[in-house]
């Protein structure tokens, strides 16, 4: 079945980076694009990004411009996400999610569990 | 960027209501809508697409209408296990933007 493996809870200090990779299995990588959403406690959900899986290209929220990146290695199937300069207030859960886009129509329709990354003195 | 305004924020409900949540998108984004419900401490769960469309496996209680800038997700009878947040989600352009929710709580 469609699967997306999110990387395990990371705990980071302010100004760090961090990482985190969603292994796709269940599908073919290259023929979907992979988004990047965030949800701070009690906070709505947050976009940050996208990649496409088949030609690498990606675009960012204007918000994270500059600190964040997304890329994506098409032989382990394997998105990531790094974030830097980390703020208190980032902590949050970092989830990736595949978009179907066809004519009309362009939904997320598999998630990961999400990362949860914590920044802390 | 579009804003997305849902309401209400929070809704309480009895098993076997009907319900209706209200999405407003700040600019036309077509049909490019979608729904998710996302239960504490799990990743949100797709719903509802291209406005109206059921995702495969959601029970038909689930239904979607709209477009434009007004939208609605409908539950015909509430079960126990629809009590949840639930999320609008704009895909006409990016950002990519979400409500800011409706929490959905047993009364």
């Known amino acids: 079945q469609v699967q997306l493996v999110q990387s395990g809870a990371e705990v980071k200090k302010p100004g760090a980076s961090v990482k985190v990779s969603c292994k796709a299995s269940?599908?073919?990588?290259?023929?979907?694009?992979m988004h990047w959403v965030r949800q701070a406690p009690g906070q709505r959900l947050e976009w940050m990004g996208w990649?496409?899986?088949?030609?690498?290209?990606?675009k960012y929220s204007q918000k994270f411009q500059g600190r964040v990146t997304i890329t994506r290695d098409t032989s382990a199937s394997t998105a990531y996400m790094e974030l830097s300069g980390l703020r208190y207030d980032e902590t949050a859960v970092y989830y990736c999610?595949?978009?179907?886009?066809?004519?009309?129509?362009?939904?997320?329709?598999?998630w990961g569990k999400g990362t949860t990354v914590t920044v802390s003195s | 960027d579009i804003q997305m305004t849902q309401s209400p924020s929070s809704l309480s409900a009895s098993v076997g209501d009907r319900v209706t949540i209200t999405c407003r998108a700040s600019?036309?984004?077509?049909?490019?809508l979608n729904w998710y419900q996302q239960k504490p401490e799990k990743a949100p769960n797709l719903l509802i697409y291209?406005?109206?469309s059921l995702q495969s496996g959601v029970p038909p209680r689930f239904s979607g209408s709209g477009s434009g800038t007004d939208f609605t997700l409908t539950i015909s009878s509430l079960q126990p296990e629809d009590f949840a947040t639930y999320y609008c989600?704009?895909?006409?352009?990016?950002?990519?933007?979400f409500g800011q929710g409706t929490k959905l709580e047993i009364k």
């Open positions: 999610a595949r978009e179907i886009s066809r004519q009309d129509e362009r939904y997320m329709d598999v």
């Open positions: 269940g599908y073919t990588f290259t023929n979907y694009a």
């Open positions: 990649i496409n899986g088949g030609n690498g290209n990606a």
């Open positions: 600019q036309s984004i077509s049909s490019y």
């Open positions: 291209a406005a109206s």
């Open positions: 989600q704009q895909s006409y352009s990016t950002p990519r933007t």
